[in-house]
T-cell receptor, first 112, second 109 residues
Framework: IAGITQAPTSQILAAGRRMTLRCTQDMRHNAMYWYRQDLGLGLRLIHY???????GKGEVPDGYSVSRANTDDFPLTLASAVPSQTSVYFCASSGQDSNEQFFGPGTRLTVL | GQNIDQPTEMTATEGAIVQINCTYQTSGFNGLFWYQQHAGEAPTFLSY??LDGLEEKGRFSSFLSRSKGYSYLLLKELQMKDSASYLCAVQDSNYQLIWGAGTKLIIKP
């Protein structure tokens, strides 16, 4: 692994189903983030984690939950997917020595 | 509220210079970032400004005026590969990034 990986790359999901998007980084970054990106809108922060064991709510947290059991992994769960959660989801991380955020390749999610 | 404004789309010619503007109103300021995002790909870091002035990095330069809530990204000697979206983001008082919607830059031969 080099950098940040996300899985799956894309997914079509029926409304009401539960879904977990996975994110793993190998840079030992303390902070991790989940964003969604929709056409015509900027990236919007869903949840973040400043360090393992802690999480916080971003701008659009409703319908999503996260956990941070260790430094490397930061999964995002949709408990009961709705069509408005159709989006491209990006995971990102940043280290203590830089403000720069590094992004994963994204997950394209379609909820029907 | 917090707001980041940048033009939706710009067109420029290969070899020319283009300036992409960004204005912001945020609760606190801890720096301004520019990212590049090619279609279907993840954003990648271009520049970071926290003090007023110009930061130059090869063909790309970024300028910041904190008193005016204004930044621009200057791209010189444009190449076809520079066709992408350019995202402006401000780090607020909570050190979270507030993102503009991005400027789609189209380069014509």
């Amino acid at each position: 692994i080099a950098g940040i990986t996300q899985a799956p790359t894309s997914q079509i999901l029926a409304a009401g189903r539960r879904m977990t998007l996975r994110c793993t980084q190998d840079m030992r970054h303390n902070a991790m983030y989940w964003y969604r990106q929709d056409l015509g809108l900027g990236l919007r922060l869903i949840h973040y984690s400043n360090t393992a064991g802690t999480t916080g709510k971003g701008e659009v947290p409703d319908g999503y939950s996260v956990s941070r059991a260790n430094t490397d992994d930061f999964p995002l769960t949709l408990a009961s997917a709705v069509p408005s959660q159709t989006s491209v989801y990006f995971c990102a991380s940043s280290g203590q020595d830089s403000n720069e955020q590094f992004f994963g390749p994204g997950t394209r999610l379609t909820v029907l | 509220g917090q707001n980041i404004d940048q033009p939706t789309e710009m067109t420029a010619t290969e070899g020319a210079i283009v300036q992409i503007n960004c204005t912001y109103q945020t609760s606190g300021f801890n720096g301004l970032f520019w990212y590049q995002q090619h279609a279907g790909e993840a954003p990648t870091f271009l520049s970071y400004n926290v003090l007023d002035g110009l930061e130059e990095k090869g063909r790309f330069s970024s300028f910041l005026s904190r008193s005016k809530g204004y930044s621009y990204l200057l791209l010189k000697e444009l190449q076809m590969k520079d066709s992408a979206s350019y995202l402006c983001a401000v780090q607020d008082s909570n050190y979270q990034l507030i993102w503009g919607a991005g400027t789609k830059l189209i380069i014509k031969p």
